[in-house]
């Protein structure tokens, strides 16, 4: 691939002649009602904001989330952010050899590796009924998507096989309290860990850039997901009702809280313990990529980050994140 520093390798002041996908395109208002061009530009490493003030009329026409842009100009800093101070912008071409693709952010770990640990963990169900569920549900093109999504949008395992990554986080953390708590049903709880984020094939595309399509913003991850369960289940000649019933349950209620968008609230053993394990993975990795993406040039703290009210301490992180190839079933 063509040779430019990641994004989030440069600081204030650095001169940027780079290749990068355009995420957000808008025209906002200032308070002074002129009207500006308002873009999120970014490569793997790390999306910025970037203003262009004048003359952008006919270019903002042209510039749409998922196409490569040619920008030059330098880092700048608003309000504790970084942000790129454009002097040209132009757009690619056939010949220039980079896409869109080029830009999507991966798993740091091993899809092979994944795709094997998934596969020998579904092998571990003992319920007939739920094994059978598991392996229509997770088969064909649905699957395929299944193991590309993003996670989320921003949030946490905002990256290509993100869902994979978070969904085998969860079931590790759901095992280890099967052990600890012998009266959970293993079996539910493993297979809700799977196929509690199952809708985001449905609601998120990630082709050529992450977002949300028309169904997940009516319907939403979780109602989408109960769906496809409670249709794929009803294939299956007498699948007791009550044990349907309790995996809804743990998929409906994961997000915890009804100011959350869980239709119910955790009610048995196995939709707490997956509500808890959803929380710890997904919390653990945002903090974790806030820190390596937000912080403020050689401090130690990170920008204030609304969304968890707080700025974010580090204390030895560093930004060259290592490959993790081992299993997390080792």
Known sequence: MFDQKELILLKKGDLLNHFLVVRKSEIRMTK???????LDLGDKSLTLNANIWDNFEEISIKIK?????????NIDEFQGSAQIRISSIKLTSPADGVSAADFQAQSKRDFDEMKKEFAERMERINDENLKRLMEIIFSGERFEKYLNVPAGKLWHHSYIHGLLEHTLEIIKICDLMCDIHPEINRDILICGAMLHDFGKTEELSYNPVFEYTDKGKL?????ISAMIVNEEAKKIKSFPEDLKDCLLHVILSHQGKLEYASP???KTLEAIALYQADELSAKVNAYKNAIL??????????????LVSTDLFNHGISSEIEEINKSLFD
Request: hydrophobic share 30%; proline share 5%.
């Open 32 to 38: 002074t009602n002129k009207q500006y061009l308002s």
């Open 65 to 73: 989330p998922g196409i490569v842009v040619k920008v030059s100009g």
């Open 219 to 223: 319907l939403g991850h979780i109602v």
């Open 264 to 266: 119910v609230v955790p």
């Open 293 to 306: 993406k937000d912080q403020k040039n050689d401090s130690k703290w990170t920008k204030y980050i609304s």
